[in-house]
């Protein structure tokens, strides 16, 4: 997996990479067909407006010949522009054959004479636009009467070759965004089974240690009291029954956690909300709890200073939260801990408990994701933090619960403040 992961990736980023440059590609190779396109349309353009103007400049001389030959003779001879054919007749010619080739900007255009002079030219016609003009002579080939050209400047509008293709491009862009974003999707799905996996298996690692742990020690008790020596021995039977209760209340409350944290990811757990002091609950858990902070030699400090501390929750789990937060602190703690537990109102009625403890503390990555289910932080040289990384995800899924707020403040080596604010009573 640790192999074929990346190469997904490499393979995906490739692919959406080819198929940009590939889409870039055909709207530039498109853009310069429609420019060719043009660029045609305005030679053929000129091609036509020359023939119209010898059907014109034959009309005008009312000639009657008879044969493509004689018609051609009698024009490489006679034909002219100039003092036949008027500029407004010339400029319709040439709208009208544009539109003929499809092209919709205005133009401008000059005739001049052998001599380069110019005989006629539209109201807009600019001198320096001779240089870029196309040009065509008008007279046929091989010509021994006049020698005039025309010269037709049109507007290549950019925008307009643009919005022909909008549609196109549009699409493309549609496409393309489509492809992004399924890209996105299936390398965050990758991302996401990879986190899955790597989760599955410290989950499974630190259960089967978990449970593994009261299992031998059951073993070895039920192995000594089957002892001929142990056996009529009433203490040390009491002592080993005792041993093999304590363990499997461990147990029980290992397996209880995992169904627990199941029932809350089916939003299962349903709430006996009732009135309740706070500072009682925290009381009776803080008791609780001493002796596990006396095992360490640490000290677990109280300032419930809060007033009115009456909150509306479910006991039982509201005793959880503040046992998980205190579990954790302990935990976390390198040398001996030193728990603070605080309450205080706001003046909206809310009331805040605020558990802080000197031990390792945590990184920002760390504290953004605390509070995933399964999740353990990294805790460097301290290897005896056990649990399944549901502890913090329960209290959160609790918190929310109760319509209340968990927020933590640490930095690594200076400890760790968890404040969770529940609506007051």
């Keep these: 997996m640790k192999k074929i992961f990346p190469l997904i990736v490499v393979l995906i980023t490739l692919s959406v990479v080819g198929i940009l440059f590939i889409q870039m590609s055909w709207i530039n190779n498109a853009l310069k067909l429609k420019n060719e396109e043009f660029l045609r349309g305005v030679d053929n353009t000129l091609v036509q407006t020359k023939k119209a103007l010898h059907d014109m400049y034959m009309y005008k001389r009312n000639t ?38 499809n092209i919709k900007q205005p133009f401008e255009f000059s005739i001049t004479n052998i001599f380069k002079n110019t005989i006629m030219q539209s109201d807009g016609f600019e001198m320096s636009a001779m240089n870029t003009a196309k040009t065509i002579e008008l007279p046929p080939d091989n010509s021994v009467g006049s020698h005039e050209t025309l010269y037709l400047s049109v507007s290549e509008d950019k925008n307009a070759v643009i919005r022909e293709m909008s549609w196109m491009i549009i699409a493309s862009i549609v496409f393309t965004t489509i492809i992004i974003l399924a890209f996105f999707l299936t390398v965050r799905t990758l991302f996401n089974q990879k986190k899955l996996s790597e989760i599955k298996s410290d989950f499974i690692n630190n259960m089967t240690h978990e449970l593994k742990t009261p299992l031998a020690t059951i073993s070895l008790a039920i192995d000594a009291l089957t002892n001929e020596k142990v056996i009529h021995d009433t203490d040390k039977i009491k002592i080993y029954s005792s041993m093999i209760k304590e363990e499997n209340k461990r147990m029980n409350k290992q397996v209880e956690k995992i169904l627990q944290a199941a029932r809350l990811e089916k939003e299962e ?120 990384g549901l502890g913090l995800s329960y209290v959160k899924a609790i918190v929310d619960a109760h319509d209340g707020k968990i927020k933590v403040e640490s930095m690594p080596g200076k400890g760790s403040t968890f404040t969770v604010t529940l609506p007051g009573k």
């Design 64 to 101: 009657s010949i008879i044969g493509e030959e004689s018609r051609e003779f009698y024009l490489r001879n006679n034909f002219r522009v100039d003092g036949v054919i008027t500029k407004e007749e010339v400029s319709d010619v040439i709208t009208q054959e544009l539109k003929q080739n």
């Design 269 to 388: 757990i349903k709430l006996n909300l009732q009135r309740l002091d706070a500072h009682q609950v925290i009381n009776k858990v803080a008791e609780n709890f001493a002796l596990q902070v006396q095992e360490k030699s640490g000290q677990l400090e109280l300032k419930l200073n809060a007033t009115n501390p009456f909150i509306e929750a479910d006991e039982v789990h509201f005793s959880n939260i503040i046992f998980n937060l205190l579990d954790n602190a302990l935990k976390y703690s390198s040398g001996s801990p030193h728990i603070l537990v605080e309450t205080f109102k706001h003046g909206n009625g809310l009331l805040s408990i605020k558990i802080k403890d000197n031990g390792i503390g945590m990184d920002k990555e760390t504290q953004t994701r605390i509070f995933e289910k399964f999740y353990r932080a990294h805790t460097g040289n301290l290897h005896n933090v056990k649990g399944f």
